[in-house]
């Protein structure tokens, strides 16, 4: 072959012209080299161009930044090099080997997305993350291309409060004492002591000390308490110390009851009172019981913010507003799904619709031998029995941190299939914004439901918890969990009927999962997507009208009760339209009004919120649409750098103080 020409094989074969960005410059070349700063990978064909790696990432930034996460985000090199395997190395030197990327790195350690959280990471601590763009010649090349960033991680909150003791014991008082936390990262500001009679965590009382101690007066007589201590910072309140136990009267270092004389006459007075306490409770939670027996689903949910109407032949019935409720979730450590399901369920299965409801619990829902649970502590409480925290150790894998709900016992055969009913439902979703089942114990007593532990609790009770503290672009990540999380339930052919704050279950990484689907049900494909419920009680703060006035859900009125949890979440967790009355709510939003904008809420947010108030469902986004909206954001903090400026108090007659909606998603659905 002439100058500038190669064959590869000795024969009669063509001999053909150098490819792009290579030469032979001598006759007779068996392939083309490659120009200087070019290269050919190792299973590149010789016919193909000579090419060279990318250049380096552009735009690198911080998306998010908490005590222990960090998430990275870049965009494309301006030159790929001419190759198509461009992917991404991220090189951490400070980090340890208890760091977790995501999404998973390959097995030479790259990436192939522009996007990458960092969990695992210590709080007050100065990372520099290098990012490299790499493609199949990288190897060949001398100069690495990378941008590097130095990110500092927040402030953690204080650690827990340990050697809660019991200094002083008398018929109505009980003095604590405890040491500091080891590592508060700043100043305690003060701690708060939580105290319970035993067995009834959820009645509890609680008060505030500057000092490591603390005096409970007015207790009850001979009757056991619980104690829990907490500090907190200017970065927020720490977790629960353990629980200790004791009885007021009752004898330092000794479990007995009594005094030092006229002991058998006081034994006989304290069982005498025993038995009448007994008694008295039994005839509370039997009157209880009574008054609950004829309410549907939202009894089963925990009652905070649970306002309702309920539909009784066909007319609307106001029901009394309860106050919130919250419960307490101590913290731990981070839950993943114990089993990889097989396949994939694109279409959610009513388990109403199964004959035998036990059927649905076989198939969706994966039975976990009892002896591998240890319930650790009761952390709530619902109709059915006890919610708690524990530890599931299955054989050959690591110990885990799991939440148990427990049927109590003497429950009914129907009891017992509408607790195991939402485990059914549960297990045939996995997505990491929905909370994840690993499994139910049947075939022993307690009936449990094995769900992931989720460390900060529920979304209300946590942002009211740490008002103010977040960003911006924090809290904006945590609407795009929720809306996504939403998403998956509606492409699998599901409403949820009762998306709330409360409902919204959020972990130590602030990843915030849908859950509670006491109320969901299956999207008839023949109703245009509707679900027609014949009577109970509806969530009216965070319910769409058209479902209100014709009891008619579908993905669209889940979009509202999305807008709902928006306002909610950028409110840190203020109570939708106040305490106005269920039919001011209604009434209101029939004449236009729509909730203003929280404080510092950024305009596109609030803009979001009310695309989801649109009037006619059909103008409204779907979840998809409102995923991409929040991605972008997140991509462009600089776009929720305006705020709103719809900020108004709550007005005293709400019926004539319409915000005006424009409608600017009326094609939306179909663009989408």
């Given at each position: 072959c002439q100058p500038g020409h190669y064959k590869d094989s000795v024969g009669n074969g063509k001999c053909l012209?150098?490819?792009?960005?290579?030469?032979?410059?001598?006759?007779?070349?068996?392939?083309?080299?490659?120009?200087?700063?070019?290269?050919?990978?190792?299973?590149?064909?010789?016919?193909?161009?000579?090419?060279?790696?990318?250049?380096?990432?552009?735009?690198?930034?911080?998306?998010?930044?908490?005590?222990?996460?960090?998430?990275?985000?870049w965009q494309p090199p301006l030159s790929d090099g001419g190759r198509t395997d461009t992917r991404y190395r991220v090189i951490c030197d400070a980090c340890g080997s208890q760091v977790n990327y995501n999404p998973p790195l390959l097995a030479d350690e790259s990436l192939n997305a522009t996007q990458v959280t960092i969990s695992g990471l210590s709080p007050i601590t100065t990372y520099r993350f290098q990012v490299f763009a790499e493609n199949g010649v990288s190897d060949q090349a001398r100069d690495p291309q990378y941008l590097d960033i130095t990110v500092t991680t927040e402030a953690s909150v204080p650690s827990m409060v340990s050697n809660v003791r019991v200094t002083s014991v008398k018929s109505t008082e009980i003095s604590l004492a405890w040491d500091a936390p080891t590592d508060p990262y700043s100043d305690i500001e003060m701690y708060e002591v939580r105290y319970y009679v035993r067995g009834l965590q959820n009645n509890s009382s609680s008060i505030l000390s500057q000092r490591e101690e603390a005096t409970l007066v007015n207790l009850r007589q001979r009757t056991e308490y619980g104690f829990q201590v907490r500090a907190k910072t200017t970065n927020g309140w720490g977790e629960y110390s353990p629980p200790v136990f004791k009885k007021t009267g009752q004898l330092l270092g000794?479990?007995?009851?009594?005094?030092?004389?006229?002991?058998?006459?006081?034994?006989?007075?304290?069982?005498?009172?025993?038995?009448?306490?007994?008694?008295?409770?039994?005839?509370?939670?039997?009157?209880?019981?009574?008054?609950?027996?004829?309410?549907?689903?939202?009894?089963?949910?925990?009652?905070?913010?649970?306002?309702?109407?309920?539909?009784?032949?066909?007319?609307?019935?106001?029901?009394?507003?309860?106050?919130?409720?919250?419960?307490?979730?101590?913290?731990?450590?981070?839950?993943?799904?114990?089993?990889?399901?097989?396949?994939?369920?694109?279409?959610?299965?009513?388990?109403?619709?199964?004959?035998?409801?036990n059927q649905a619990i076989r198939e969706f829902a994966r039975e976990i031998d009892a002896s591998y649970i240890t319930i650790e502590a009761i952390i709530g409480g619902g109709e059915f029995g006890d919610v708690c925290k524990g530890k599931l150790q299955l054989p050959a894998r690591p110990e885990m941190t799991v939440a148990i709900k427990t049927l109590k016992p003497g429950s009914s055969e129907k009891a017992r299939v509408d607790f195991l009913t939402e485990a059914s439902i549960m297990g045939q979703f996995e997505h990491p914004n929905v909370i994840f089942l690993q499994g139910v114990v049947t075939k022993s007593n307690p009936v449990m439901i094995i769900t992931e532990y989720m460390e900060n609790g529920s979304l209300d009770h946590f942002l009211r918890m740490n008002d103010g503290k977040f960003q911006v672009l924090q809290l904006v990540g945590m609407l795009r969990c929720i809306a996504s999380g939403m998403q998956y339930l509606s492409e699998m052919n599901y409403v949820h009927r009762d998306l709330a704050a409360r409902n919204v279950l959020v972990n130590a990484q602030l990843m915030c999962k849908i859950a509670d689907f006491g109320l969901s049900r299956e999207i008839e494909s023949h109703t245009e997507g509707a679900y027609t419920t014949r009577g109970g009680?509806?969530?009216?703060?965070?319910?769409?009208?058209?479902?209100?006035?014709?009891?008619?859900f579908t993905s669209a009125s889940d979009v509202w009760s999305l807008g709902i949890v928006l306002w909610e979440v950028m409110s840190y967790g203020e109570r939708p339209y106040w305490n106005w009355s269920n039919q001011d709510v209604i009434k209101s939003i029939e004449k236009g009004y729509r909730l203003p904008a929280p404080m510092e809420c950024p305009e596109a947010i609030y803009q979001l919120m009310l695309d989801c108030w649109q009037k006619?469902?059909?103008?409204?986004?779907?979840?998809?649409?409102?995923?991409?909206?929040?991605?972008?954001?997140?991509?462009?903090?600089?776009?929720?750098?305006?705020?709103?400026?719809?900020?108004?108090?709550?007005?005293?007659n709400p019926y004539y103080a319409p915000v005006l909606v424009r409608p600017q998603w009326a094609n939306f659905n179909q663009a989408a």
């Open positions: 012209s150098c490819p792009e960005h290579s030469a032979a410059p001598h006759a007779g070349a068996a392939e083309c080299r490659c120009d200087t700063g070019y290269h050919r990978a190792q299973d590149d064909p010789r016919s193909m161009p000579c090419t060279r790696p990318p250049s380096k990432p552009q735009n690198i930034t911080v998306n998010f930044v908490d005590q222990s996460t960090v998430i990275l985000a000794t479990a007995y009851v009594g005094d030092e004389d006229n002991t058998q006459v006081r034994i006989i007075v304290g069982a005498t009172v025993g038995a009448f306490v007994v008694i008295a409770i039994v005839v509370v939670m039997t009157l209880l019981f009574l008054k609950n027996r004829g309410t549907d689903e939202c009894n089963k949910k925990q009652p905070s913010d649970c306002d309702t109407l309920e539909y009784r032949n066909g007319e609307v019935h106001g029901v009394l507003e309860n106050p919130p409720i919250v419960q307490t979730h101590t913290t731990g450590s981070m839950t993943t799904p114990l089993f990889t399901q097989v396949g994939h369920h694109r279409t959610y299965i009513d388990p109403h619709t199964y004959e035998d409801p009680k509806i969530p009216v703060r965070w319910t769409a009208p058209e479902a209100i006035a014709f009891r008619k006619e469902r059909n103008h409204r986004p779907n979840f998809a649409s409102i995923v991409r909206t929040l991605d972008r954001l997140i991509r462009t903090p600089e776009a929720l750098s305006k705020v709103a400026q719809n900020r108004r108090p709550a007005p005293q």
